[in-house]
């Protein structure tokens, strides 16, 4: 996490890993662009910094350590094309459980 003013910061959430003492990975790291509105300091920033990395980690179905984007996006995106599928006059399955 990088902090380079009051209003954004900058999240890595894949790279070295210092555990392991390596980069598990064959692409560059782009970091998300963290804004906070209105009058927030950095506790606040890295509070969401904390959960969104959190959120990188969360794919149990992954050999990854952990992956670019939170499970959230991940998923929806691969949920997605799957909702275009179900035709018109059907109604899609609500629960979660059916696009794992």
Known sequence: MCFLNGAAQYL?????????GTYPGP?????????????????????????????????????????RNPITLEMASKVGPIMAEVPEEQRPEMSFRYYM
């Open 27 to 67: 692409h560059i790291p782009s970091p998300y662009r963290v804004v906070i509105a209105g009058d927030r300091d950095h506790t606040d920033a890295r509070r969401v910094c904390e959960e969104t990395l959190g959120l990188t980690k969360m794919n149990w179905n992954s050999a990854m350590i952990g992956g």
């Open 12 to 20: 890595y959430t894949t790279g070295f890993v210092e555990d392991w």
